[in-house]
């Protein structure tokens, strides 16, 4: 265990996020007080312990400079990202763009700040270019986008932290759910008229475990009662294949979905049955030529790089067999251990078992070599990266990032990531956000996350809403 001592409580996030970085595979611990003065017995402190002293009397930059410099010196590794610890590092480049900054002086600035390797800062203005042309007509001032979490699941994945529900076990309460969805969505009519609705995502969960005619209720009333005639995407993250059918896709259709995504992760049955995914490839496979039939020509997947058991060679076969299907956007994403999950609770209680102990790939371990392949397949597919984002505890400190073909870019994806816009969210488990003009000030609220607590406090849920978008 990596044990740090900071005198001041100061910077402990970007310390921990550094510390990990450079220890994937270790716990790390930030304690406030001098050595001596906290009683190690009472923080499971062990003389194989390795202990760290560190003067927070600085700048943040200088502080992190400092603590990179130093561990990278002891363990030899250098870092892509150097000492970024925020989610969003294009959004400095984009910043530095939006300042008139040329590409030369952001790559000076990225590089003697943060230490950021030149593929990276690369990489950053890249998308943060292509960001600001996709999001060249989105209405910042007068304009939103509308977010509606389905919380229901075939099963919940291991990985997973997202409000998630067995729709076997809770079948009978979806319509009373969307019933007061429709109620969040009256609120949103009546609180956002003249407003411009940029783009619509449901997601989840998985908004497919809803009926076909479920879903042509619920979108129905959306579009009765919000003004579509701007809408510049309109996505459905159909997610799980074993929740996917030609009724269900039709019915998207019929509705004028223009997005949706069909997520493998990954293309071995074998890993899909590890993670608790409960479909196969083949189903995979039926589901994505299915949305094709019915039209469907802007359809994501998703990848997962670093799940139990896998090496660069899975990750190649997933993706050559990624290409055969050819999709519109492809989302690389780095395994994160997110508190919540079956994962972080299965390690945090050390009760990693069976094949799932065996298996299990300690972070980072060939992520760097996942990640170019994935990136070498993206681009020999003809997709272009167009947002990226990072995650606390992701493996390798690498990056989530998405890849799209020319104009099947997720407008929404981009919008969420980089909190250029408010966003309002319906449903159990959702966030929404409201982002001032002002220099960017954000502020949040949130809807109760259990599905009873959501129904029974709905007028609670709506009340939120309405003091953040109060004028």
């Not at 104009?407 to 909190?419: C, D, Q, S, T, V």
């Not at 956000?433 to 709506?462: F, S, T």
Request: overall charge negative; hydrophobic content about 35%; glycine content about 8%.
């Amino acid at each position: 265990m990596q044990v740090i001592y900071i005198k001041e409580d100061r910077f402990q996030y970007d310390i921990h996020s550094l510390y990990k970085a450079f220890y994937p595979a270790e716990e790390v611990r930030v304690i406030i007080g001098e050595k001596g003065l906290v009683p190690d017995k009472e923080r499971d402190i062990s003389p194989s312990d390795e202990i760290s002293f560190i003067d927070v009397d600085t700048s943040k930059n200088d502080l992190k400079k400092q603590i990179y410099l130093e561990l990278s010196e002891r363990t030899g590794k250098e870092l892509p990202w150097g000492d970024l610890t925020g989610i969003r590092p294009t959004r400095i480049a984009m910043n530095l763009l939006e300042e008139g900054k040329t590409a030369e002086e952001i790559r000076s600035y990225m590089k003697d700040t943060y230490l950021v390797s030149d593929k990276k800062i690369d990489v950053s203005i890249d998308i943060a270019l292509r960001e600001k042309e996709i999001l060249k007509d989105i209405d910042y001032k007068n304009g939103y986008s509308l977010y509606l979490g389905i919380p229901f699941c075939p099963t919940t994945c291991l990985y997973c932290s997202f409000t998630s529900y067995p729709i076997g076990a809770y079948s009978k309460v979806v319509d009373e759910y969307i019933s007061c969805l429709k109620k969040e969505i009256d609120f949103v009519a009546d609180s956002f008229k003249g407003k411009t609705l940029d783009t619509v995502y449901i997601g989840g969960g998985t908004p497919t475990t809803l009926e076909a005619e479920q879903m042509r209720t619920l979108i129905g009333y959306l579009q009765e009662k919000l003004d579509f005639s701007k809408v510049k995407e309109f996505t459905v993250e159909s997610g799980r294949p074993d929740s996917i059918t030609q009724d269900k896709l039709r019915a998207m259709k019929e509705m004028g979905v223009t997005r949706i995504s069909v997520n493998p992760q990954s293309m071995s049955d074998e890993t899909l049955r590890l993670i608790g995914r409960r479909h196969t490839v083949a189903q995979l496979i039926e589901a994505f030529d299915l949305a094709r039939q019915e039209g469907f020509d802007n359809i994501n997947m998703d990848i997962i790089l670093g799940l139990p058991g896998e090496t660069p060679e899975d990750v190649s076969h997933t993706i050559e067999e990624i290409k055969k299907l050819s999709p519109d956007d492809l989302t690389v994403h780095c395994l994160a251990i997110k508190r919540g999950s079956r994962l972080f609770e299965a390690m945090r209680k050390k009760e990693m078992k069976g094949e799932l102990k065996t298996s299990f790939i300690k972070p980072s371990v060939d992520i760097a070599r996942m990640a170019e392949i994935a990136e070498k397949g993206a681009l020999e597919m003809g997709l272009k990266p167009y947002y990226l984002y990072r995650q606390k505890n992701i493996s390798g400190n690498f990056e989530n990032t998405g890849y799209a073909s020319e104009g099947k870019a997720g407008i929404y994806n981009i919008l969420i990531n980089e909190e250029v816009q408010s966003i309002v969210a319906l449903g159990a488990g959702t966030v929404s956000k409201r982002v001032y003009g002002e220099g960017g000030r954000i502020e949040r609220c949130d809807n109760v996350k259990d599905i009873a607590l959501y129904m029974e406090q709905i007028d609670e849920m709506i009340d939120r809403k309405r003091r953040l978008f109060a004028d």
